[in-house]
């Protein structure tokens, strides 16, 4: 089934603000008098019936020149650019997820393509007492803060990789959390290894 109108926006625009409107010459024709060229004698349709539209940055041009990169792109490297970014998303994950795992820190990470986020891991919330909750809530914060101090942003939902991020981008990343794991043991906010191997 074919859509009338479709709208699109965001990632088209390579991080520009753009908004798309697409859709058949039965509706669209209504805005621009149809199909037409700059730099040659067409024009739009005199007997086509158009309706007044506008906005503050309708048609700007760093924008439009931007989706037109991403677009050329998208078309140029297929479905391909999407599997790899989502493979490299999915081994950014589990690298961290393993070093989660053996310094037995409690967090975990998952993704769904390019996105990911942390997620829990236990049976289920009510296996946590609220005042473990407390501190991993605490721990998570000093965590943002620390990797901000580093150079690291993370946004407080959900994170995503690009195909700008580079593999050296994404090992700085993880030292960066390495080191701040590390300073937050040093400050007693997580139980040292020693402490840990002690108890066995």
Same mark, same amino acid.
């Given at each position: 089934?074919? %859509?009338?109108? @479709? !709208? #699109?926006?965001?990632?088209v625009g390579g991080?520009?603000?753009?908004?798309?409107? %697409?859709g058949? @010459? !039965? #509706?669209?024709d209504k805005i621009d008098g149809g199909m037409w060229n700059y730099g040659d004698l067409s024009y739009p349709q005199p007997e086509?019936?158009?309706t007044f539209?506008?906005?503050t940055f309708c048609k700007h041009p760093l924008a439009i020149a931007a989706a037109r990169a991403v677009l050329k792109r998208l078309k140029s490297e297929g479905p391909t650019l999407q599997q790899q970014l989502n493979q490299r998303t999915s081994q950014f994950v589990k690298t961290l997820n393993t070093y989660f795992e053996a310094d037995e820190i409690p967090m975990r990470l998952a993704n769904f393509g390019s996105i990911f986020n942390s997620v829990r891991f236990e049976n289920s919330a009510s296996s946590v007492s609220s005042d473990a909750l407390e501190k991993r809530q605490l721990i998570n914060l000093l965590l943002y803060h620390h990797l901000l101090d580093k150079g690291v942003y993370l946004?407080?939902?959900l994170h995503a990789l690009s195909t700008a991020h580079t593999d050296e981008d994404l090992d700085f990343i993880i030292q960066a959390i390495k080191d701040s794991v590390r300073?937050?043991?040093?400050?007693?906010?997580?139980?040292?290894l020693s402490d840990k191997l002690a108890k066995t």
């Amino acid at each position: 089934m074919k %859509a009338d109108i @479709a !709208t #699109y926006g965001k990632i088209v625009g390579g991080g520009m603000p753009i908004g798309i409107i %697409a859709g058949s @010459a !039965t #509706y669209m024709d209504k805005i621009d008098g149809g199909m037409w060229n700059y730099g040659d004698l067409s024009y739009p349709q005199p007997e086509a019936e158009m309706t007044f539209f506008s906005g503050t940055f309708c048609k700007h041009p760093l924008a439009i020149a931007a989706a037109r990169a991403v677009l050329k792109r998208l078309k140029s490297e297929g479905p391909t650019l999407q599997q790899q970014l989502n493979q490299r998303t999915s081994q950014f994950v589990k690298t961290l997820n393993t070093y989660f795992e053996a310094d037995e820190i409690p967090m975990r990470l998952a993704n769904f393509g390019s996105i990911f986020n942390s997620v829990r891991f236990e049976n289920s919330a009510s296996s946590v007492s609220s005042d473990a909750l407390e501190k991993r809530q605490l721990i998570n914060l000093l965590l943002y803060h620390h990797l901000l101090d580093k150079g690291v942003y993370l946004r407080s939902s959900l994170h995503a990789l690009s195909t700008a991020h580079t593999d050296e981008d994404l090992d700085f990343i993880i030292q960066a959390i390495k080191d701040s794991v590390r300073e937050l043991r040093d400050g007693g906010f997580l139980p040292s290894l020693s402490d840990k191997l002690a108890k066995t």
